[in-house]
T-cell receptor, first 114, second 111 residues
């Protein structure tokens, strides 16, 4: 069974559009994250939620809005997409908010903005 | 701010040889380090971790060494196999519980 799943796996869209990426974890973890990986493979945290509460919000444009309907889901909505948003976005989860400990990543969503 | 960096962006090794991937970190207050492996088209996977009160930790075919004096850690993979080909990331956690990834080293195993 997939521990952390993301949909879609690939997303191609035009500048200015609004899109969402969904993430679900079936591990019973309390904390979920969104990471962005650029073309040079650099991974940068965007958001972290613990029990549906936002605990990390790095310097990310407010066009990016995470939403956690319950602790098993953390969706990422992006408004007014820009070329620079093209990247692979990873969802992750961990048992608690002690960063990095036992973090499980999803397979990633490759976003291409044209 | 904190950073963890890797000495080499790419590394090629012959199958069966040992691999050593190095990582330097800047924040001496970092108290926990993790190595992740990312295969093509997949998310990073946890390999091994080490706390700052240790200088060595061993897993199955992998060993992590931590040198706090020079703020350096390394991942050693014994008897490297084709399935070890991937990008390897070191990551650090500082006392503020902030988590940082390094830039990654791409390991290629030559059959």
């Amino acid at each position: 069974d997939t521990a952390v799943s993301q949909t879609p796996k690939y997303l191609v869209t035009q500048m200015g559009n609004d899109k969402s990426i969904k993430c679900e974890q079936n591990l019973g973890h309390d904390t979920m994250y969104w990471y962005k990986q650029d073309s040079k493979k650099f991974l940068k945290i965007m958001f972290s939620y613990n029990n549906k509460e936002l605990i990390i919000n790095e310097t990310v444009p407010n066009r990016f809005s995470p939403k956690s309907p319950d602790k098993a889901h953390l969706n990422l909505h992006i408004n007014s997409l820009e070329l620079g948003d093209s990247a692979v976005y990873f969802c992750a989860s961990s048992q608690d908010h002690m960063a990095g400990r036992g973090m499980y990543f999803g397979p990633g969503t490759r976003l291409t903005v044209t | 701010g904190e950073s963890v960096g890797l000495h080499l962006p790419t590394l090629s090794v012959q199958e069966g040889d040992n691999s050593i991937i190095n990582c330097a970190y800047s924040n001496s207050a970092s108290d926990y380090f993790i190595w992740y492996k990312q295969e093509s088209g997949k998310g990073p996977q946890f390999i091994i971790d080490i706390r700052s009160n240790m200088d060595k930790r061993q897993g199955q075919r992998v060993t992590v060494l931590l040198n706090k004096t020079v703020k350096h850690l390394s991942l050693q993979i014994a008897a490297t196999q084709p399935g070890d080909s991937a990008v390897y990331f070191c990551a650090g956690v500082n006392t503020g519980n902030q988590f940082y990834f390094g830039t990654g080293t791409s390991l290629t195993v030559i059959p």
